[in-house]
Every structure is written in C-alpha cells, then in structure tokens.
C-alpha cells in the first residue's frame, strides 16, 4: 500500500479510565498488590488469580489497560492492550500517569507491604513504572513476560538491598522459549542484584495461582 502524503499531530484532553480492586484496605491489611495484567485481559476478571490470598491480609488493586477491543470474531468478549509498537513513548507516559493517578487515589499507607506484579504484556509497563518514578516495593514479580529493551542496571539501584525481585516462567511458555530465557536470565541478573531470584515452573503462559500465594 503507498503511503500518503498525511500529517501527524498530537493533541492533550482528559480520559476517564477504570481500575480494579479486590478485598477492603483496612488496618489489619498487612499487603497491597499493584498488579498488571496481560494482553487480552480486563483487570476485574485478572484478579481471580489473587483470591485465595487471605482476605483480610492482602488487598489488590488493579489498573486497566485503556486499549479495548473484541477478542475473536464473534464481538462478544473484550480483552485490552496496554501497548503496542505504535507511539509507543507516548502510550508508556501515559499508562505512567494513569498509574498515578491510581496510586493517589488509593492514598496507601507508607506502612505496609507493596508488591508489584507484573503478568505477560503486565510486565513491561510494570518494570517500566517502578523505573520511572523509582518506586519503592517490597516485592517486584515478573511472571511470564520480557525485559523492556532500554531498561538499564542504573534504573534500578534504588531497589538493591530492599527489594525482592523474582522472575517467573513456564518450562512450556509458548512465547519463552529455552533461547529467549538464555538472555532473558542474563539480563536479568544484570539489572537486578544477586539475591534476585528465578523460578521456572511446570506450564505453560500462564497465571500460577500456587505460585503466587508462596510469594506473599
């Protein structure tokens, strides 16, 4: 197809996003999980994998991705995309403002336990937020998706000595394989300090609940 002689331009305007959250924030919450979902999810369905957590402990909130669209041809079910190759510095400033958003509104305490989980496409905006605005956690899970491209060692070295890092994937992750796990490790290891940790799990891409309830 040949291109057209078209102009770009750009254009600022307030957006209304949703966001979900599962159990109350009380004084007995002893966690708060700030998690990002995968590509094809909506945030109220990606919180089935943390209700075993117990309820009164743990208290998980989870943004959405602001792309929606139909999945499969019968428009039925919606999924949503955080990112895709398009604009795609202006989508991350984006995603990192509505992340704000979110967390000032939540207005949590400085007291308790903040994990942050990223699953699949979750991942990269994730490690992309923590990054950004140097966000102090107790927890950084990676489960089952990439390293962004530019992150470096130096945008993490706040995080060394006081946050456990964890990267988790499939031994049948259709998407991960054996090749790209030999750099994904590599990379890992050389963005975060030594006593991060790798676990290679029996599946496939996906969401371990078992998993999940032994990070707490």
Not at 97 to 114: P, R
């Amino acid at each position: 197809m040949s291109k057209i002689d078209s102009t770009e331009k750009k254009v600022s305007y307030n957006s209304i996003n949703s966001y979900a959250t599962l159990n109350t924030l009380t004084a007995g919450t002893k966690n708060v999980w700030f998690v990002c979902h995968g590509i094809g999810y909506l945030s109220k369905y990606f919180l089935r994998y943390f209700k075993d957590l117990n309820k009164t402990e743990n208290y998980i909130i989870a943004p959405q991705a602001q792309s929606k669209y139909y999945l499969g041809s019968a428009y039925k079910h919606v999924g949503a995309s955080w990112l895709t190759k398009e604009n795609t510095e202006q989508e991350i400033e984006n995603v990192v403002h509505y992340f704000d958003a979110v967390l000032k509104q939540e207005n949590l305490s400085k007291n308790i336990s903040f994990i942050v989980l990223g699953y699949s496409q979750g991942v990269s905006v994730a490690m992309r937020y923590v990054a950004k605005r140097r966000l102090k956690c107790d927890q950084l899970i990676l489960l089952s998706g990439g390293i962004p491209n530019e992150l470096k060692a130096s945008d993490f070295e706040f995080l060394r000595g006081k946050t456990k890092v964890t990267l988790a994937y499939g031994d049948q992750d259709e998407y991960l394989t054996n090749k790209i796990m030999i750099d994904q490790k590599k990379r890992f290891y050389d963005l975060f300090d030594k006593d991060s940790k790798i676990i290679c799990f029996k599946g496939k891409h996906e969401v371990k609940k078992e998993l999940i309830n032994k990070l707490v």
